[in-house]
């Protein structure tokens, strides 16, 4: 069971972009890869919007401040999808 409350080590220190994956480093020196697909908006940006993210929540969470786009932590750690609907018309 994964408790709800945050560990130390669960704090990020690291996001990149492997092809069509999401890599985010922790600072117990865990790596997660989850695929790009999960958050829809990560996928339909330009490489040059995914890649100006910001470390928010204490290191918990990480923002792109030019996508409005949030994930925690402990979402990527349970696997959790993006729950918003997503729309490609612009």
Same mark, same amino acid.
């Given at each position: 069971?994964?408790?709800s409350?945050?560990? &130390? $080590?669960?704090?990020i220190t690291g996001v990149s972009f492997q092809d069509d994956?999401?890599?985010?480093?922790?600072f117990d020196g *865990?790596?997660? #890869?989850? @695929?790009?697909?999960?958050y829809p908006k990560l996928l339909h940006a330009a490489p040059q919007q *995914?890649?100006?993210? +910001?470390?928010? &929540? &204490?290191g918990y969470g990480?923002?792109?401040p030019e996508?409005?786009?949030?994930?925690? &932590?402990q979402g990527l750690l349970l $696997? +959790? @999808? #993006?729950?918003? @609907?997503h729309s490609l018309a612009a």
């Open positions: 069971m994964i408790s409350t945050p560990k &130390a $080590g669960d704090r994956r999401l890599v985010v480093d922790f *865990r790596s997660l #890869s989850v @695929p790009l697909a999960w *995914r890649d100006v993210w +910001q470390l928010c &929540a &204490a990480i923002h792109w996508l409005d786009e949030d994930l925690s &932590a $696997g +959790q @999808p #993006s729950a918003r @609907p």
